[in-house]
């Protein structure tokens, strides 16, 4: 199950999955970040129990630097299928929510992508960015935000303010707050305004 979970969360918005994005950067470091952030943005930008992280940490799943974090690496793991690390999986089963099923590939795409450009549009609604541009720059250098989108105002332009406002909707009905959509992009759907005009 964890393998297709790492198969679901690529494609919309990165080349491969969370699952491996966080050994590559190392699970450490993202619990560090974690940290930071619930700090920083409260629940606003969680995403998930941060107890999984913290236990896979002290269990000395670093990632790929450590020679397994949700994966195993090694010389015997080398190839395009590398085996789940146990450990990890038994971590992760601890704290899966009984009998809910599993989302669609497509709808952890949707999740992880939308969530991302939201967070974009309240960083231009609290002026920590001065303009979609520096925004679109900043998300696809910075965090590798999939270039071919554009970045995440040019996303939305696209897409729709009220498509992507009915989709965060949606969402938030289902899983909460965290869906909320910012009230910039509300505004504009409202106007018909496009950001990068």
């Known amino acids: 199950a964890l393998c297709l979970q790492e198969e679901r969360s690529s494609g919309i918005n990165a080349e491969y999955g969370g699952a491996t994005l966080v050994d590559e950067v190392g699970i450490d470091v993202a619990y560090k970040v974690t940290k930071y952030f619930l700090e920083v943005f409260g629940e606003r930008i969680s995403a998930g129990d941060p107890r999984v992280i913290e236990e896979l940490v002290e269990s000395g799943s670093l990632g790929r630097k450590s020679g397994k974090g949700i994966f195993l690496y090694g010389e015997s793991h080398k190839g395009s299928t590398r085996p789940v690390n146990p450990v990890a999986e038994q971590i992760l089963n601890r704290y899966r929510t ?10 952890v795409q949707w999740r992880t992508y ?3 450009v939201n967070e974009a549009a309240l960083c231009l609604q609290e002026e920590i960015i001065a303009n979609p541009v ?18 995440p105002f040019q996303f939305l332009d696209t897409y729709g303010a009220q498509s992507f406002v009915d989709k965060m909707h949606r969402y938030e009905e289902q899983l909460g707050f965290r869906f909320e959509p910012a ?6 759907a409202k106007s018909g305004k496009k950001f990068m005009h």
């Open 183 to 188: 009230e910039i992009v509300i505004d504009y």
């Open 98 to 107: 009984p009998g809910q099923a599993a989302p669609s590939t497509e709808d």
């Open 134 to 151: 520096d925004g679109n720059i900043g998300l696809i250098f910075g965090i590798g935000h999939c270039p071919q989108r554009g970045g």
């Open 114 to 116: 939308l969530r991302s």
